[in-house]
T-cell receptor, first 113, second 109 residues
Framework: SAVISQKPSRDICQRGTSLTIQCQVD?????MFWYRQQPGQSLTLIAT?????????ESGFVIDKFPISRPNLTFSTLTVSNMSPEDSSIYLC??????????FGPGTRLTVL | GQQVMQIPQYQHVQEGEDFTTYCNSS?????IQWYKQRPGGHPVFLIQ?????EVKKQKRLTFQFGEAKKNSSLHITATQTTDVGTYFC?????????FGTGTRLQVFP
């Protein structure tokens, strides 16, 4: 199984600012996924981050708003740019764990005032 | 795009009662996974179903994959307070996991 850590675990930010969330995995993985979970809602995939190439964004998410870095096979960052209260969510990174399951980090709980 | 819906959205049961959540996809799935998210926690993998009509059991939990591979169900027998949480089904679309809307289970002692 993969052990995933995220920083920060939570933050309260002012609108118009940006926050970078870090995700560290204890093993090398080709793909890392970033999800958003709005309060009381399901998980929505933001993008897939592959090492050595640009991230692939899902419909409704753009690179200018959610730039992603993937400098190596164990680390990724997601930035939430020019934040508004609508960005208040839990942001989770995730990695595949073999042929079936997917492992999730503990999440970053973001509140935008 | 692919949509995965779950019913009910919420379920409150008395401890000892059974619970079932149903998952329906707008497209045929190659496989279906189930996750549990405790309050304040992150999703944790429970099981994967691959074959049409497949049934798997984990203690009090029974998982089914529909014959058409477009629906699935999770049944919990004799719920306990430790079963509290939100249960998500998730369908795989190539490399991506698309999560269902979730069913939040509350169990009263």
């Amino acid at each position: 199984s993969a052990v995933i850590s995220q920083k920060p675990s939570r933050d309260i930010c002012q609108r118009g600012t940006s926050l970078t969330i870090q995700c560290q995995v204890d093993s090398q993985v080709t793909m890392m996924f970033w999800y958003r979970q709005q309060p009381g809602q399901s998980l929505t995939l933001i993008a897939t981050a592959n090492q050595g190439s640009e991230a692939t964004y899902e419909s409704g998410f753009v690179i200018d708003k959610f730039p992603i870095s993937r400098p190596n096979l164990t680390f990724s960052t997601l930035t939430v740019s020019n934040m508004s209260p609508e960005d208040s969510s839990i942001y989770l990174c995730s990695v595949p764990g073999g042929p079936s399951e997917q492992f999730f980090g503990p999440g970053t709980r973001l509140t935008v005032l | 795009g692919q949509q995965v819906m779950q019913i009910p959205q919420y379920q409150h049961v008395q401890e000892g009662e059974d619970f079932t959540t149903y998952c329906n996809s707008s497209t045929t799935l190659s496989n279906i996974q189930w996750y549990k998210q405790r309050p304040g926690g992150h999703p944790v993998f429970l099981i994967q179903l691959v074959k049409s009509g497949e049934v798997k059991k984990q203690k009090r939990l029974t998982f089914q994959f529909g014959e058409a591979k477009k629906n699935s169900s999770l049944h919990i027998t004799a719920t306990q307070t430790t079963d509290v949480g939100t249960y998500f089904c998730a369908g795989r679309n190539t490399d991506k996991l698309i999560f269902g809307t979730g069913t939040r289970l509350q169990v009263f002692p």
